[in-house]
Structure formats: structure tokens, C-alpha cells
């Protein structure tokens, strides 16, 4: 059997060159999160989470619906929004306390309201009482094994429409009442 020293060596440094970049390719993949410099809103200090991040609730009055907004911290999740009979805490099973006859259940699923060292991210309200025509109140229900609830109460059946809006990440329920501005 006759060798070829060059052969061998072409065939290792090829051998070598694959398995490395094999790797390379696993490691990055793993459990990486994309840069925010790869993001044209972001700084590049900061990094798009690999779960959504729920960061925030907000509300205000229009002449014929009342809108809730939830912001949300990197790529926007499946969002579920159900009437449900009445609210109540996920994990304790505790009602709520906000006054209301109807209620809707908002759920982001996979999303969180804290980052990986259990640290809240969520800046927004846990409960409140709110005075506007259709919307009487909200409340952060639950932010356990990759799901983050809200409820948010009525006196009234809401009408509703939902949608959501990008750049940045935004759920936006919209409900409706009689005009107030005509």
C-alpha cells in the first residue's frame, strides 16, 4: 500500500475545516438571541429577546371606542382574546377584584413579564380601576411558564376588534360605545 502524504494532508485540513465550521454553526444557533444591531429600531446595546417580552399597558378614551394597548418586546406572539364568565389570578386561582359584568381574557402565549433572572420587565399596572366609557378596569392576571394573561373588565358586552401593529410591537384592542363627541 503505497501513501500520499499530500493526499492525507488535503484530506485532513478538509476534514478539519468542516468539523469546524460545523461547530461554529451549532454554537451560534443554540439559544442565541439576534443582535439588536440586526434591528433598525434598536440600539445596538440591547438585544431582541428569544421570548416576547410583555413591557407595558396603556389605555385612553376616543368619541367611540376606548382603546387598550400592550406593548410588547421583541417578535410579537399568538395573542387569544376570550369573553370569560369572571377573572381570576392564573397559579392562586384568586379572583380579581375589579367590579365589572363582562370580562375579557387576553392571552400571550409564548410571551413572559420578566426576563431570565425573574426580574420583571412589565412597567405597566397590575390592577386598576379605569373610568372610561366602555373599559372599567385591567389587570396583569398571570406571567407564568411562557404565557402572560390580562383581563379586563366591562360593565357592558364589549364589541371589540383587535389588531396588532409593528415597529414597535404593539396588541390593540379597540371597544366600542356610543359616540360621545357628535
Not at 446595546?45 to 376606548?66: E, F, K, M
Request: net charge positive; charged share 20%.
Amino acid at each position: 500500500m503505497r501513501h500520499h502524504p499530500r493526499r492525507t494532508a488535503i484530506a485532513a485540513g478538509i476534514l478539519l475545516t468542516a468539523t469546524a465550521t460545523a461547530t461554529a454553526t451549532a454554537t451560534a444557533t443554540v439559544g442565541a438571541t439576534i443582535p439588536a444591531s440586526a434591528s433598525p429600531q434598536s440600539g445596538a446595546s440591547q438585544q431582541t429577546p428569544a421570548t416576547a417580552l410583555i413591557v407595558n399597558a396603556r389605555w385612553a378614551g376616543h368619541c367611540s371606542y376606548d382603546r387598550l394597548v400592550i406593548d410588547v418586546r421583541g417578535t410579537m406572539p399568538p395573542v387569544t382574546v376570550k369573553p370569560v364568565k369572571e377573572l381570576r389570578y392564573d397559579g392562586s386561582g384568586k379572583k380579581v377584584p375589579l367590579a365589572g359584568k363582562y370580562f375579557l381574557e387576553i392571552k400571550f402565549s409564548p410571551a413572559a413579564a420578566h426576563n431570565e433572572a425573574g426580574q420583571s420587565v412589565y412597567r405597566g399596572p397590575r390592577l386598576v380601576k379605569i373610568d372610561l366609557p366602555g373599559l372599567k378596569g385591567l389587570a396583569l392576571t398571570g406571567d407564568f411558564e411562557g404565557v402572560v394573561t390580562f383581563g379586563a373588565a366591562f360593565r357592558t358586552k364589549p364589541v371589540y376588534n383587535t389588531f396588532k401593529v409593528h415597529s414597535p410591537e404593539r396588541f390593540v384592542l379597540d371597544v366600542r360605545h356610543a359616540d360621545r363627541c357628535a
